[in-house]
């Protein structure tokens, strides 16, 4: 992902290299999966509740145009290669690829293309690697989605965000509705997976229109489904809008009850959950590069913005197209700054982000944290896991101990996934 707003952080060495804890700890992280992120900050237009870094211009500066932004992204593959050769590590390649953006899409089919199989040059995909690229319905035919195939994808993730005019004029979303199943169709008969962002609790939504989005979105049988709330992010054009008063503010309730409704809808049309936004047909159709981020993996973030993380550390690169690429230009690190995670980041990550996923949190493993004894932090007890099955926000039969998991799970029931940031508090060291 790549929010607009960039943390504080230390500065990143002209060549990038890793500060020494990094490279001791990674060798012992060459068996956890590796992805790519790849940004492309373009779109056509900027809808008024995204705050994602990306830009409308088609020249952004030297390095920074439609065109010559390939060859910049590029450009950082092959710097993280040299980073990554120097640093000794056992090479690792890649098992998730993700092009997001913006809009990946309004780069020819063929400029992915390109940076996907340079990609693979360098670093080598693992056996059934999943390689997605975001799309807008737009801007996906039968021979682009028949191009990106032929790369290498095996995924495209289509901004579907509502099937209703209205919602998606709020939206400022002027892609085509009916596009949406065309996109569909070509992306299948490509051979490519799908999945289908939408959004709810759109200001003036009904929930009978977010009724007929889900309907419509499962009529073309998508493999998965992400469903967000809506969030109005500070400086947007739609939080303008809010404070203004010409448009109504976000009804927690009413996202409350448009997530129940697609948990009815979603599980009934044969999807279950497995991350709180996040539905699929089967394991086998979820998102493994975005489990990644849940589970404490490794991932390189190419292009402007965007975050990586190796072995506890994070980093971002400059934000500004024109900045990334004047920095890679100068044989220089993108990067703009670093932080290493501290032990009390680290466990409250943990526990926040085995929450939201159908696995839960395995208790005993959490208290046996090493991070947790660092910050003399309170394990989890049973007395407390008992409290929140009374609550009805965890799930009694995964809480209870096992074989397998002998302090139990922590799996958020429907309620809890209403209120996961409540049960993070309530279990927080
Ligand atoms: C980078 S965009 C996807 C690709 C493409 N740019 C598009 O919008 O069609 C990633 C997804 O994040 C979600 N998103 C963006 N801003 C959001 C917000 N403020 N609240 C909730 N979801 C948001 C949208 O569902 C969007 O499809
Ligand atoms: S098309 Fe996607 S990335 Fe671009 S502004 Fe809209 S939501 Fe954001």
């Not at 450009?75 to 690829?97: I, M, N, Y």
């Not at 927690?252 to 129940?260: E, I």
């Not at 936004?277 to 913005?305: C, F, I, M, V």
């Amino acid at each position: 992902m790549s929010p607009s707003a960039l943390p504080l952080g230390d500065p990143l060495p002209a060549d990038g290299s890793f500060p020494q804890e990094v490279l001791d700890a990674l060798p012992g992280r060459a068996q956890k999966p590796f992805g790519l992120y790849v940004h492309i900050p373009f779109c056509s237009v900027r809808c008024g509740y995204c705050d994602f870094n990306t830009y409308t211009s088609e020249d952004l500066g030297p390095g920074a145009s439609r065109q010559s932004y390939p060859d910049t992204l590029i450009g950082e593959l092959e710097f993280a290669r040299g980073v990554l050769d120097r640093s000794g590590a056992p090479e690792r390649p890649f098992s998730t690829v993700f092009f997001g953006g913006g809009t990946p899409t309004l780069l020819p089919a063929e400029d992915l293309s390109r940076i996907l199989i340079r990609a693979r040059e360098l670093f080598g995909f693992a056996e059934g690697a999943e390689i997605t690229t975001e799309a807008n319905p737009d801007t996906v035919t039968p021979e682009s989605a028949r191009v990106l195939a032929e790369a290498g994808f095996t995924r495209i993730s289509l901004g579907m965000q509502s099937a209703v005019p209205e919602v998606l004029a709020t939206l400022d979303r002027t892609h085509d509705r009916l596009n949406v199943p065309r996109a569909v169709e070509a992306a299948r008969a490509a051979g490519l997976e799908v999945s289908l962002d939408l959004i709810h609790g759109t200001p003036g939504e009904t929930l009978q229109d977010w009724r007929r989005s889900l309907e419509e979105a499962v009529a073309m049988a998508p493999d998965h489904i992400s469903a967000y709330s809506l969030i109005v992010e500070e400086g947007t054009a739609m939080a303008a809008q809010i404070r203004r008063g010409t448009l109504p503010d976000i009804d927690p309730d009413d996202q409350a009850d448009k997530y129940l409704l697609t948990e009815e809808l979603l599980s009934a049309a044969g999807y279950r959950w497995y991350e709180v936004s996040n539905y699929s047909t089967s394991e086998k159709t979820r998102s493994d590069h975005n489990l990644n981020y849940w589970l404490d993996s490794d991932w390189w973030g190419a292009g402007p913005g965007a975050h990586s993380h190796m072995a506890g550390m994070r980093w971002w690169n400059a934000k500004h197209p024109a900045a990334y690429a004047q920095r890679l230009h100068a044989g220089t690190t993108p990067g703009h700054g670093r932080e290493i995670l501290d032990a009390e980041a680290k466990v409250l990550e943990h526990l926040m982000l085995r929450l939201r996923i159908c696995e839960g949190l395995d208790v005993a493993a959490y208290n046996a944290m090493e991070e947790l004894q660092e910050i003399q932090g309170e394990p989890i007890t049973a007395g407390e896991l008992r409290r929140l099955v009374g609550d009805g926000l965890i799930e009694e039969v995964a809480a209870a101990p096992s074989a397998e998991h002998p302090g139990g799970r922590a799996v958020l029931t429907l309620k809890g996934r209403l209120l996961a940031d409540a049960v993070t508090r309530r279990l927080a060291p």
